[in-house]
C-alpha cells in the first residue's frame, strides 16, 4: 500500500490577517479520496492521511468582514472565486506539502428583507422558517440559508450574494410558498410571500397516435423545477389521459414531464406543453389553485440521430437544441464499442436529462424537430452542429 501524504497552510483575509474556524476541503480530481479540516486560530489547518493523486483545495467562512455589503467567497487555492481559477495540488505518496495558503476572496453581498402574509391578507403570526436557495446556475456552489420569522411574520437575510434565489416558506397551518428573486446591485426591502395550501394540479396526457392498448396503464414521471426548488412526482396515466400532481407549493415553475415506460420511450417525443391555449414547454411559469388544466402533448413522428465518435474512446455526446427555450430539455447518450447495425438502436432519450447508452455508433429514436447542437464531452473531439434529424 503506498504511504499517505499531507496537506497544510493557512487562511488569511486580504490583510493577511487569519481566518479561525474555516472550513477547509480537499477534493479530489482524479482520485476518489477527500478530506477536510478546522482552521485554529492563527488561520492553520493540517489534512493527514491523504491519498495520492490531484486535489482542489477549498476554504469557505462563515465570519462576516466589516463591511456590511461584503461577505467572504468560497475560495479555490490560492485565491479564486470560481473552481477553474484555482490551481491544482499533486499529492505524491507519502509526500508532505507545506504552505498552501489561501487568501480567502470577498464578493458584494445585498439585505433581502420582506414578511410573510397569510391568505387572508394579514400577517403570518408565529415562528416560520424561510429558507433562500442560490440556483445552481448562479454559482459554482450550492448554497441554503435560513432565517426564523418575527412575530409580524417579517424575516431578514442580511447577506446574500448575486444571483436568483428560490425563498420558500413553510407556516403550517397557513400554508406554504416560493418566490424567485433576482438578487442584483442594492438592497431588497419589502418583498411579500403570500402563503397558500398546497393544492393539486391537473394533467392532460395526450399521445399522437394513442397507444394500441388504450386501457393500459402508463407510468409517468413530472418534473416541477424552480430554481432551488425542484420536486417530482411518479404515478400513472389513467385510462382517460389524466394525470395528477398533488400537494403543490403555489409559485413559478418549469414543468418537465416523462414518459416511464420503455415503450412510450421507444415510440414519443414531447412536442408541446399547454396551460389553457399558452405554449409553455420550456417557460417558467405561475402555478396557483386555479391554474388552468395542463394539456401535455406527445408525438411519434420524431426523427432518430446515428454517428460515430472518432478517436475519443468512450465519450459521452450531448444533444442540445439550439432554441433557447428548450435548452433545458437535453439528450444525453453514452458510447460503447461499434455493433452491427441491427443491434444498434437506443432507446427513447426524455425531457430530464435522463442518461441513456447506446452502442457508438447508434439511432437515437424520436427526437423531436429541431436544429441541434452535438457535442462529445469527456474527450478530445470537436463541437459540431446538426441540422433538425430527419426520420429516416
Known sequence: MAPLGAVSGRVVDADDRPISGARVRLRGVDALG????????????????????????IAQSSKEP??????????????????EGGAKIVVDPGAELFGNDIRLRTVPVWRLRGRL????????????TVNATLDAESSSE????GARTRADGSFEFPRLHRGRWSVTAVAPPAGAAFREVDV??????????????????????????????????????????AGGNSDVREGSIDAKGEFSVTRVMQGQYRIVPLLGDVASMYSYYLASIRMAEREVLGE???????????????????????????????ARVVL?????????????????PAMPAATSRSPICGPANTMHTPSTSS??????????????????????????PGSG
Open 34 to 57: 477527500s478530506s477536510s479540516a478546522t482552521t485554529d486560530r492563527s488561520g492553520a489547518f493540517s489534512l493527514k492521511g491523504v491519498e495520492a493523486g490531484t486535489y482542489i483545495l
Open 66 to 83: 466589516p463591511d456590511e455589503h461584503l461577505a467572504y467567497a468560497t475560495t479555490y487555492y490560492p485565491s479564486a472565486d470560481f473552481p
Open 117 to 128: 402574509v397569510a391568505p387572508s391578507g394579514d400577517p403570518a403570526s408565529g415562528p416560520s
Open 142 to 145: 450550492s448554497e441554503t440559508v
Open 184 to 225: 442584483v446591485d442594492k438592497d431588497i426591502d419589502g418583498l411579500e410571500i403570500r402563503l397558500a395550501e398546497p393544492f393539486t394540479l391537473n394533467m392532460k396526457i395526450v399521445r399522437d397516435p394513442p397507444p394500441a392498448n388504450t386501457q393500459s396503464k402508463t407510468e409517468m414521471r413530472v418534473f416541477l423545477i
Open 284 to 314: 417558467t411559469v405561475e402555478l396557483t389553485a386555479t391554474s388552468p388544466l395542463i394539456t401535455i402533448l406527445y408525438k411519434a413522428d420524431g426523427g432518430g440521430v446515428r454517428g460515430t465518435v472518432e478517436d475519443c474512446g468512450s
Open 320 to 336: 442540445v437544441p439550439q432554441e433557447r427555450a428548450l435548452q433545458g430539455f437535453n439528450i444525453s447518450l453514452a458510447t460503447r
Open 363 to 388: 439511432r437515437q429514436s424520436r427526437i423531436w424537430p429541431n436544429c441541434w447542437s452535438i457535442t462529445p464531452c469527456g474527450s478530445p473531439c470537436a463541437r459540431a452542429n446538426s441540422p433538425a
